[in-house]
């Protein structure tokens, strides 16, 4: 659907790149190895964004990155939308609901880092978490949101490079 009112491939894979985790920057080599597509492609769409403001310029010597400008007025609301565009409101929703004690809700593998693989690793942390919803969980996902969608269930608290969705002690 966000395909039809963005209809530039490339703008697209960026603004899930830089949007999904803020933390993520790269560079516009790293950009056009990663999406198999030439520098200049890349280097347009990267600058329509910058101009645009959602995207910010750091300069390292000779090395520029890009990330995403967490002080736009509609930072929040573009990564709200590249969020549901991939689906992460759905799943988190759904394990919310009946998984049990949930404590935390990790993103981690390609999407954490901006890459949209086709598949979302998730891992959840909790005591006495449903195993048997989580398997009819994960059918049912993969046919809302169109991905391959990986659990891992864990018992104690992580502390990950991933992203996190959901965590009972911090309040988010």
């Known amino acids: 659907m966000l395909d039809s009112l963005i209809t530039s491939k490339t703008r697209l894979r960026l603004l899930v790149k830089f949007f999904v985790n803020h933390h993520t ?6 950009l056009a190895d990663e999406f198999g597509e030439s520098t200049n492609a890349i280097r347009k ?15 390292d010597k000779n090395k520029i990155s ?6 736009h007025p509609f930072y929040t609301n573009i ?26 809700v990790l993103l981690v ?22 195993q048997d919803y989580i398997k009819g969980l994960t059918r049912r996902l993969e046919e809302l949101i169109n991905r391959k969608v990986i659990f891992t269930l864990k ?18």
């Not at 920057?25 to 790293?30: A, D, P």
């Not at 890009?66 to 002080?71: G, I, L, M, S, V």
């Open 25 to 30: 920057q790269s560079h516009l080599r790293g």
């Open 45 to 59: 769409e990267l600058n329509n964004l910058t101009q645009a403001g959602v995207l910010v310029k750091e300069s």
């Open 66 to 71: 890009y990330k995403a400008n967490t002080n």
């Open 79 to 104: 990564r709200d939308i590249i969020r549901k565009y991939l689906g992460l409101d759905k799943l988190l929703e759904q394990i919310l609901e009946r998984m049990g004690e949930v404590e935390q």
């Open 109 to 130: 593998g390609d999407l954490s880092r901006g890459v949209d693989s086709g598949k979302i690793d998730v891992v959840v942390v909790g005591e006495d978490l449903n």
């Open 155 to 172: 018992t104690n608290r992580l502390e990950s490079s991933g992203l996190v969705l959901f965590d009972k002690n911090i309040g988010i």
